[in-house]
């Protein structure tokens, strides 16, 4: 399909600079294409009365690290150059695949310092060597450390990866530390939240509790490729970047059997949808996975297993626009996204929600 085919005028007012507080609080557009009407204006809180006893709640546990780092590039017979990398998937126990700024003017073999600040564990040091250069600025960073002593010192240098869209109206700060963090955040390695997720409360978890529904967990670990633009025409010249997961024996048994006596599988974010949609066959069966996956959802996929999804709205001409397409219904999600500007709903990372159902259910 022609990617211009999503593309979509926002203010620049829409864009949320900070989360809802609560948390719970911050509204959330059902959009059923069976239902008149389609579109229903509510509240994240209201989530429980769109579920039934015996539904289940997916949600990824990943959880964001500090990945942006800033450091110097220094190369045999130059200067000192500013750079910045963002990690956005590991490799190895000391090796990181990361988007790296300039991109152009970083050679392989070049040695970077990041967080030589003097506050840094090892006195500051955070030293690689470029490894491995790809297209689009991204990079393979051999770093000095390794296993934990590697984690520990990019948990101190680095700062929290906010989505480019909020990083150039203001910098990170102590708040997005918790903010850019779901409450049931588990398993270190993803450098971007899954958003859907950073509305549920405490609160929100005892009502679907309350309300017999189960929840659920599965890792997927969110890279920066998340943000990347959709530079092609069309979405079959469009290469997905790959994000590395896992659902485990359990967890797929115990979705198997929600859906065997007809209860309903609702993915919290895109990430676990297409986690899920990964590891199920094409019998609709969820198996355990593990690996890395570059699955990419445009309209004409066939979904084999989730029934709703529930996802914040997203960048125009990007590729979780084109998943929600293939979800709900094209025309449908245009029409959705015109209400949702019109009507002032806040968009992307920290803005508001939206609840799904499938099209062909």
Same mark, same amino acid.
């Given at each position: 399909?022609?990617?211009?085919?999503?593309?979509?005028?926002?203010?620049?007012?829409?864009?949320?600079?900070?989360?809802?507080?609560?948390?719970?609080?911050?509204?959330?557009?059902?959009?059923?294409?069976?239902?008149?009407?389609?579109?229903?204006?509510?509240?994240?809180?209201?989530?429980?009365?769109?579920?039934?006893?015996?539904?289940?709640?997916?949600?990824?546990?990943?959880?964001?690290?500090?990945?942006?780092?800033?450091?110097?590039?220094?190369?045999?017979?130059?200067?000192?150059?500013?750079?910045?990398?963002?990690?956005?998937?590991?490799?190895?126990?000391?090796?990181?695949?990361?988007?790296?700024?300039?991109?152009?003017?970083?050679?392989?073999?070049?040695?970077?310092?990041?967080?030589?600040?003097?506050?840094?564990?090892?006195?500051?040091?955070?030293?690689?060597? =470029? $490894?491995?250069?790809?297209?689009?600025?991204? !990079?393979?960073?051999?770093?000095? *450390?390794?296993?934990? @002593?590697? #984690?520990?010192?990019?948990?101190?240098?680095?700062?929290?990866?906010?989505?480019?869209?909020?990083?150039?109206?203001?910098?990170?700060?102590?708040?997005?530390?918790?903010?850019?963090?779901?409450?049931?955040?588990?398993?270190?390695?993803?450098?971007?939240?899954?958003?859907?997720?950073?509305?549920?409360?405490?609160?929100?978890?005892?009502?679907?509790?309350?309300?017999? =529904? $189960?929840?659920?967990?599965?890792?997927?670990? !969110?890279?920066?490729?998340?943000? *990347?633009?959709?530079? @092609?025409? #069309?979405?079959?010249?469009?290469?997905?970047?790959?994000?590395?997961?896992?659902?485990?024996?359990?967890?797929?048994?115990?979705?198997?059997?929600?859906?065997?006596?007809?209860?309903?599988?609702?993915?919290?974010?895109?990430?676990?949808?297409?986690?899920?949609?990964?590891?199920?066959?094409?019998?609709?069966?969820?198996?355990?996975?593990?690996?890395?996956?570059?699955?990419?959802?445009?309209?004409?996929?066939?979904?084999?297993?989730?029934?709703?999804?529930?996802?914040?709205?997203?960048?125009?001409?990007?590729?979780?626009?084109?998943?929600?397409?293939?979800?709900?219904?094209?025309?449908?999600?245009?029409?959705?996204?015109?209400?949702?500007?019109?009507?002032?709903?806040?968009?992307?990372?920290?803005?508001?929600?939206?609840?799904?159902?499938?099209?062909?259910?």
């Amino acid at each position: 399909m022609r990617v211009d085919l999503f593309d979509f005028d926002l203010p620049d007012e829409r864009i949320a600079l900070r989360p809802a507080e609560p948390r719970d609080s911050a509204r959330l557009l059902v959009i059923d294409p069976h239902a008149q009407p389609v579109l229903g204006d509510h509240a994240v809180s209201d989530l429980p009365s769109f579920l039934r006893a015996g539904d289940a709640l997916v949600f990824n546990d990943t959880k964001v690290i500090p990945a942006q780092l800033e450091g110097v590039r220094h190369r045999e017979g130059a200067g000192g150059q500013q750079v910045s990398a963002t990690l956005h998937m590991r490799v190895g126990a000391s090796r990181w695949k990361a988007f790296s700024k300039p991109g152009k003017r970083i050679k392989i073999g070049d040695r970077i310092a990041f967080g030589h600040d003097g506050e840094s564990c090892f006195l500051g040091q955070l030293d690689c060597t =470029v $490894e491995e250069k790809g297209e689009g600025g991204e !990079v393979t960073l051999a770093f000095d *450390l390794s296993g934990p @002593a590697l #984690d520990e010192a990019i948990a101190s240098v680095g700062h929290i990866p906010l989505p480019p869209y909020i990083a150039a109206k203001r910098p990170d700060d102590v708040r997005d530390r918790t903010d850019y963090q779901t409450i049931y955040a588990r398993e270190e390695g993803a450098v971007a939240a899954p958003t859907a997720g950073l509305h549920f409360t405490p609160r929100l978890f005892e009502a679907i509790d309350k309300a017999g =529904v $189960e929840r659920h967990f599965v890792t997927l670990h !969110v890279g920066a490729g998340t943000f *990347l633009p959709v530079k @092609a025409d #069309d979405t079959d010249d469009h290469k997905m970047h790959l994000e590395s997961g896992y659902v485990s024996a359990e967890t797929a048994a115990k979705l198997n059997a929600v859906k065997a006596r007809g209860g309903r599988i609702i993915c919290v974010g895109t990430t676990s949808l297409r986690l899920i949609e990964s590891a199920t066959a094409d019998d609709g069966r969820i198996r355990a996975w593990a690996g890395a996956t570059g699955i990419f959802i445009t309209p004409g996929y066939r979904f084999k297993t989730v029934d709703i999804l529930m996802t914040n709205f997203h960048l125009p001409r990007s590729t979780l626009f084109m998943l929600v397409s293939a979800f709900a219904g094209f025309e449908t999600m245009q029409a959705a996204y015109k209400h949702a500007i019109s009507t002032g709903y806040r968009f992307y990372s920290y803005g508001d929600a939206s609840l799904l159902f499938r099209k062909d259910r």
